[in-house]
């Protein structure tokens, strides 16, 4: 199993944010590039970059920090925030994105994400499916959709998708632990999707249940900020 740090981007500053709620955000480094310094330092090999402010302005903002940190790292980057055209995902991979993480457009304009998949491959596209209670959740997590998660990955496993970041937006920056039996119950039900469980990471015990039921990735963002695991404790995953 993967483990992939994330570095979340306002104003070009490392931030987390509870329940995806700007108002609720927490600044953690004002130097992006030194954070993925440190996780390189200890062994990490992916990352998870998110621009917040281009989620909100729907067009990449903070590529000029992707650019610095794909520069000055090794790290195999996947951004995502803003990406709502093949032109700004073609912008993520000259600044030197390894992979782009398609959101809400995932959900708004499957035929548009399809297209993606079909042009740059299913090894660069990833696919966000975030979800609160089994049903995916659209407007930056403020509405449900009719659609359950389970749908919605079997709709993109058929259109060519292969890796899906599977974020409980009830638990993100929570610090209470992964939906671990949602995450069991998917692995059963589609077991060809590569499944990266991201929101409520908390304890190494988390890591250690999510790769007991076959997970491909894990990200971690809080928990890593607030030292309730430790990059030392990651060492054997990395």
Known sequence: MEIIPAIDLINGQCVRLTEGDFSQQTTYDSDPLAVAQRFEQHGVKRLHLVDLDGARAKQPV?????????RHTALEIDFGGGLQSEEAVRQAF????????????????PETVAGWLRVFGAECIIVGADFRDNFISINAWAEQSERTLQEFVADYLTAGASTFICTDVSKDG???GPALATYQQLREQLPAAQLVASGGVTTLADVEALAAIGMHGAIIGKAIYEGTITLAELQPWL
């Open 174 to 176: 929570k610090l209470q």
């Open 62 to 70: 903070n590529l000029p920090v992707l650019e610095r940190i794909a």
């Open 94 to 109: 000259g600044a030197g994105a390894r992979q782009i993480t398609a959101g809400s457009i995932a959900v708004r304009e």
